[in-house]
């Protein structure tokens, strides 16, 4: 089989002028960056899961500056109504008709705070959002902008007066990735950085949304090779015949790992998909979908740890041109 090479150069200009702005702003966590960009020319939406003072809405907002799409961010809390995201239809007495005001979901980038506080009618009103691109207010569907990218973030130690998220919208999030602590030189940089101002206020933005929708374009046409395909649906099966776990990878699970392979390796320069960007990918796009079983809780095992052992366990295709 024999494929012709695509012309990746709007991603790869894309991608360096959205690392360099946020690098700007953020000391390290390139490989942060490169998810939260194989989401967005995925069309996906990022859960970050990590402890306060992260910098996670400090990522957001950057990003959205540099992306020049409207940020918005929720915080989620137990009294929050569907109404407070999707907005409201108000009457108008001049107008003697309802019009209808925008809520915070109507920006292209949403920063939801700590999701799991939000009740689930709330959820329910998120997840179609997330799902369909829409928001449905008294009857009356509107669509969403694009791009629309949610990144929530969740707490992982803080359970109290939480809703744990629903499985059908922990699927609905392309990827589930940790920022961690800085190392130490890199928490130096950040102090010396935010010393006298906040660098994101002079941030400007280094695409449009002509830009993202070409290379969302682009990114489908990112080659895999059939062997590939074998290896990755390989790794599929595992997981859903592994005693450890009650619940494997769905075919959604399957399709979303393809697509973040090609848009990963169009990230790294390449117009094609090898072994490496599936391994890498495998437990940011797969952790939060499995489900452990009763055993496996019982001994303390984590998803992680069990993806780990699926990805050691199942064959690498011998070395071939994955371009071929």
Known sequence: MTQSPIDIQPIQQLANAVRENVARVIVGKEEIVDLLLVALLCEGHVLLEDVPGIGKTTLAKTLARSLGGSFQRIQFTPDLLPSDITGVSIFNQQKQDFEYRAGPLMAQIVLADEINRAGPRTQSALLEAMEERQVTVDGTTRALPYPFLVLATQNPV???????????????FLMRVAMGYP???????????????????????????????????????????????????????????????????????????????????????RHYVIPDDIKTLVTP????????????????????????????????????????
Not at 158 to 172: H, I, K, N, V
Not at 243 to 263: E, F, H, V
Request: proline residues 4%; contains cysteine; charged residues 30%.
């Open 158 to 172: 803080e359970q109290e007066g939480t809703f744990p998220l629903p499985e059908a919208q922990l699927d609905r």
């Open 183 to 269: 190392q130490r030189e890199e928490e130096r940089q950040i102090l010396r950085r935010f010393r006298a101002t906040n660098p994101i206020v002079d941030l400007t933005s280094v695409a449009s949304t002509e830009d993202i929708r070409a290379a969302n374009r682009i990114c489908r046409e990112v080659f895999v090779h059939p062997t590939l395909e074998d290896y990755l649906l390989d790794i599929v099966g595992a997981t859903r015949a592994h005693k450890s776990l009650a619940l494997g990878a769905s075919p959604r699970a399957t399709m979303a790992l393809y697509r973040a392979c090609q848009a990963l390796a169009a990230v790294r320069k």
């Open 285 to 324: 796009v797969f952790a939060h979908r499995l489900i452990l079983s009763i055993d496996a809780r019982l001994h303390s095992k984590s998803v992680a740890e069990i993806l780990d052992e699926v990805v050691e366990n199942v064959a690498v295709p011998v070395e071939e041109v994955w371009n071929r």
